[in-house]
C-alpha cells in the first residue's frame, strides 16, 4: 500500500451488520472496498451490486480468497462470534489489519489468541464499536473530564435494549447457541459494558454482580440480563440489556458535581446530529419549591456518520503504521478486552448463582 | 369539623421541610393551618410569622398540646424518624388524621404499629411523598397502563441523589443515627423505592438484593446505595441513591412497547410545568442509519404544586370521612407499608452481606 492511498477493505461475510459498514467505506475518505467473500458466489455478487460496491471491487466465492489477495489492507469481520477465532486469527496470520465486529469473541481467551495473532503479525486490531467516534462522545468525555462541571464519577446507569420481536428470535444469529452464544450480552450488552467503562477511563471494576433473573430463550441463550459494577472506591455501575423491552439506549453518568444523560448513545436517533444532556452544581430551589438547573441539551453536528468515522480512524492508524513503519496502537485491543473481560465477569457471575465475581486481567 | 369548613392542621415541630408544607396548607382551598408545637415556644413563634401562618394560628410550646387542641383535626409529623412512632401513636390515639414526612418509620414493625394505631382510631394516614400527587404522575401512570403505547412493565431504575454538601454532613438529622437512621436509604431511597412500586402497579418484588459496596458515613449511616428488585416474571428494577452525586432524580421504565423517561420526578424543575418523555415502538431506520421516534415530550401544568395538591387530596379523603363517617382510605397505609418492606429488604440484603433477601409481608 503507497503513501496517501484508501486503505483497501476486504469484507468476510455478507451480513446485515455490514452493508451499513461497506456504506461507511465508501463515505470515508481514505477507505476502499477492495473484495468480499461468501461461500456462495452468488450471494455475494448479488450483495456487492445491492450495496454500491464499485466495479473494481473483487467478489469471491471463499473467505480465504479475501484473505489470500494481496490488495486487500484490512479485513471487516462480521460472521457471527463463534466463528471469530478462526477468520480472526487467520487474516491476521496474513497481515491483513482486523476491524473485527462485536462481539468480538466467546471469551476473553479466545479474543487472546486473536490480539496474539494481530501483536505477532504487526497488524492493527480495532472492534466495530460505533458510538466510540462520534464527535459526541468526545464532547461527552470533556464533560466528565471536567472537574468543576462533573467532578468525580459516582455512578453510571446504561441501558441498551430492543424489541427484537418474533423473526428474530426464530432466525437471528443473536439468539442461535452455537452462533452468537453470547446472546443479549455479547450483543447490547457489549454496548453498556463499554459504555460503563467509557465513562470509568477504562479503570476495570474489582467486581462485577450478575442481576439476579436474566431471561433465556428456549435454546439457553440471554435474551436480557443485567449486572452491577464495583470498584471498590465509591464508583458503582449498572447495566441492563434486553432483546424484549423497547429500544433504549441510555447513559446516565452522575459525578459530585455534575451529570450527564444521553439516550441514544448506540445509534443516534440523527445520521447528522446527535444530542446529549449535562446539568451541573444542580440545588433545590429555596424552600425546595423547585430546582436547578434544567439539564442544558448539546447538539454536536457530524458530516460523516460515526461508522464511517471509525472506519476512517481505523484506516488512518493502518496508513500510519505502513508509512512510518511503526507499531499498531495498542489503546483499541486493549478496551476491546476490558470490555470482554467484564462481560466474561457477567457470565461467570450467572453461573455461580449470582454471587459477585472479580473481573480477571 | 362541620361539612365544607377546611381541615385544621397542627404541625409537630420546626422542620425545614414543614416550611413547605405549612405554605401548601396555605394554597390548599380546603386546609388551614391551625396551630404549631414545639419544644421551644420562641421557635415556634418565630417560625409561624416567619412563614406567614394565618392570626388565628396557636401556638404552642409543647407537641402535647398540639395534639390535645381540639380544633386541630390532622397532624402533620415532619419529627426525625426515631420520634415518628411515639408522635404518630398518640397523635391517633387522639383521633387526628396523620400526615406523615418520610421516611416513616425505622421498619415495619414501627410503621405497623402506627397503621394499627390510625386503623382502630379511624384517622386517615398518608405519607408525605408529594410526586405522587402531581398530575403529571397520573399522566405518566397513563402511559405506562396503555397496552399500545407500552406494553408490559420489564425494567425500570430510578436514581435520586443530590450533592448535600459539609453543611449537610455536619448537622442534618439526615445522617444522625439516632434521628434519621436510614440514611439516603430512608431520605432519597424512599422516593426510587416507591417510583419503583408506583411504576410495578405497587406489586411488591419477589427478592431485593443490595448493591455492594455502600458507602457509609463514620457513625455508620447509609450516604449512598442501591438495589436490585425482581419480580420472578422477566421484570426488573434497580436504583441509586446518594447524599455524594450531584442531583439526579430519574425514572426510567422500559416495557416491551414503549419506554418512559423523567428527570425531575421527585421535585421538579419548575413549580407549575412537570415534563416528562416517552417513546413507544422505537425501532431502527433501514440499514440502521438511525432509529426512532425521538422520544415525546409532554408537560403537564398544574396550578397548585405538588404538596399543595397532596394537602388537598389528603383534606379531602378527611372531610369524607367525617361528612359520610365512613372509614378512612386504604390505599396510602397500603403503599406507605410495601415502600418500607422494601427499605427494611435493603437493609436486610446489606446485613446478610449483599445476599438477595425475599420481601416480606
Not at 466495479?55 to 473467505?63: E, H, I, L, P, T
Amino acid at each position: 500500500m503507497s503513501e496517501n492511498k484508501p486503505v483497501r477493505f476486504g469484507i468476510l461475510g455478507c451480513a446485515e451488520i455490514a452493508r451499513k459498514v461497506s456504506r461507511a467505506m465508501r463515505l470515508a475518505p481514505n477507505a476502499t472496498i477492495q473484495a468480499i467473500g461468501s461461500r456462495s458466489i452468488d450471494k455475494a455478487k448479488k450483495y456487492a451490486s445491492e450495496n454500491g460496491f464499485p466495479d473494481s471491487a473483487k467478489v469471491y466465492g471463499s473467505y480465504e480468497a479475501v484473505l489470500d489477495d494481496p490488495e486487500v489492507d484490512a479485513v471487516y469481520l462480521p460472521l457471527p462470534t463463534s466463528l471469530h477465532l478462526k477468520w480472526a486469527v487467520l487474516a491476521a496470520e496474513k497481515k491483513k489489519h482486523l476491524l473485527l465486529e462485536k462481539p468480538v469473541a466467546l471469551n476473553v481467551s479466545e479474543l487472546d489468541k486473536i490480539l496474539e495473532a494481530c501483536e505477532s503479525n504487526g497488524v492493527q486490531y480495532m472492534d466495530a464499536t460505533m458510538w466510540m467516534h462520534h464527535p459526541r462522545t468526545a464532547k461527552m468525555k470533556e464533560f466528565l473530564s471536567d472537574p468543576e462541571r462533573f467532578g468525580k464519577l459516582k455512578s453510571v446507569h446504561s441501558i441498551f435494549s430492543y424489541d427484537a420481536g418474533p423473526e428474530f428470535f426464530k432466525n437471528n444469529i443473536r439468539v442461535k447457541p452455537d452462533l452468537d452464544g453470547l446472546g443479549c450480552l455479547g450483543d447490547a450488552g457489549w454496548y453498556c459494558t463499554r459504555a460503563i467503562l467509557w465513562a470509568a477511563d477504562y479503570e476495570l471494576p474489582k467486581t462485577v454482580t450478575a442481576l439476579r433473573e436474566p431471561e433465556l430463550n428456549e435454546v439457553g441463550v440471554l435474551i436480557t440480563c443485567g449486572a452491577s459494577l464495583s470498584w471498590g472506591d465509591g464508583r458503582i455501575a449498572t447495566f441492563y440489556c434486553s432483546f424484549l423491552t423497547n429500544m433504549t439506549m441510555d447513559i446516565t453518568c452522575g459525578g459530585t458535581k455534575g451529570n450527564l444523560r444521553i439516550h441514544d448513545f448506540v445509534i443516534p436517533f440523527q445520521e447528522n446530529v446527535g444530542q446529549f444532556y449535562t446539568a451541573s452544581k444542580s440545588t433545590f430551589a429555596q424552600l425546595s419549591l423547585g430546582c436547578g438547573p434544567i439539564p442544558s441539551e448539546h447538539a454536536v453536528t457530524t458530516d460523516l456518520p460515526q461508522e464511517a468515522l471509525m472506519v476512517s480512524v481505523f484506516a488512518g492508524l493502518i496508513s500510519s503504521i505502513e508509512r512510518n513503519d511503526s507499531k499498531p496502537e495498542k489503546k483499541w485491543p486493549a478496551i476491546s478486552r476490558k470490555t470482554q473481560l467484564v462481560l466474561d465477569a457477567v457470565i461467570s457471575s450467572i453461573q455461580k448463582g449470582f454471587q459477585p465475581v472479580e473481573v480477571g486481567n
